[in-house]
């Protein structure tokens, strides 16, 4: 798809098209600033521009979530749901939703916030305290799936779609010939459909420039610049996360399990630049399984745990969604998060990262469910939306430090892994202690 997106585009727009997406969408932040700026409410005629991109978005919302998460259960094999699947999968989630945390005690501790509150809190944001803990649980269970895709309803919907595609898997390794074919079949339209809305995505991508410029010229005409600062913060308390996160954590597991911090390092330090740089944790793959071999894990490990990882495992992601988060909701609503709202964004970052592919775009479609998860729908005129494309606007300097962070949890949970199982040639290790 990549390969695809750089391929010359001729004519009047070519060189729109042709020009790196990135540099296009933070042109956008910059000159949607100035415009609001200097034009203030001359300026807010561009506003139906802003609101196409963010109903763009949350048009392709749902059918992300059905078929993603779908394709990502389902291409589980069952036969690796033993003791190796388990360990990987448990360290795996266990991490997210670490990470989460992080990012959640990040946004709290800078309180990251661009001052747009101009709803009421009570239009703008759902009290977890008027619903109960217990209940909010319980209701991820959907009693209808079709009405939990029909509201929107987050949780219960990648719910479903987990448990559909675990069923698929079992359909796919069945001896009976016609549930094995039944299963690919069901398997091969999600992923048509996954795939399909990958180059969705890529598509409205390119109008991301637009719409940053249209909403943020809004927030700008409206905030004036003292929203500018608060970028700068957003940015300095993930990037903190980041090394929190890389600290505590992965430096944690490699101590527990008197592995040398310096040896998994010296080889772990090219899936994290390549990662850095690439911005894909797909892309980083080859070169995380070349690191994985040097530290002496066994291939049926890291064949299995290493693919899986860059579909599942996504710390920096999770980070990035604790803080940005927090930033909307302190800059639409004035408030930050109860510990009840906090603890449905872990839940929901963490089952979340397992659809979300190491695609352009797929960090700020995640960002999206968790939004509407706790009551904070990106809705086009409200400072909602305004903080989300602010966001977006800085996505491509962020995602840079949490694909890095994500390739690198990959190599420490699977490195863990087959420390754990005896699976690792300590021998690698001793050589280059």
Known sequence: ????MKKKVKGPLGWYFNF?????????????AVLGLIFKEKILWVSPFGALFVRLLKMIMMPIILSTIIVGASSVSP??????????ILLYL???AFAVSIGLLMGAIFRPSADLASLSVDAAIKTATAVPLSTTLINIVPTSYAQAVVNENVLPVIFFSLLFGIGISYLRVSTDARSKKLGNAVF????GVSTIMMKMISGIMEYAP????ALVAEVFAKNGSKV???????TLATFLGYAIHICIIYLGLLALNKLSIKTFFHEAKNPFITGFVTRSSNGTLPITIKAAENL??????????LPLGATINMDGTAIYQGVCATFIALSATGQGFTLAQMGLIIVTATLASIGTAGVPGAGAIMLLMVLDAVGLPVVAGTPIAGAYAMILGIDAILDMGRTALNVTGDLTCTTVTAKMLKELDMTCWNNKA
């Open 210 to 213: 637009i719409g940053v410029i």
């Open 228 to 234: 500018v600062g608060s970028l700068g913060i957003v």
């Open 296 to 305: 002496g894990v066994q291939k049926d490990i890291y064949s299995f745990s």
């Open 1 to 4: 798809m990549e390969k695809e």
């Open 94 to 96: 266990a991490t997210s």
């Open 79 to 88: 036969a690796n749901l033993g003791k190796t699947g388990i360990r990987i």
């Open 188 to 191: 091969d339209f999600f992923d």
């Open 20 to 32: 790196n997406l990135l540099y296009r969408i933070l042109i956008g932040l910059v000159l949607g």
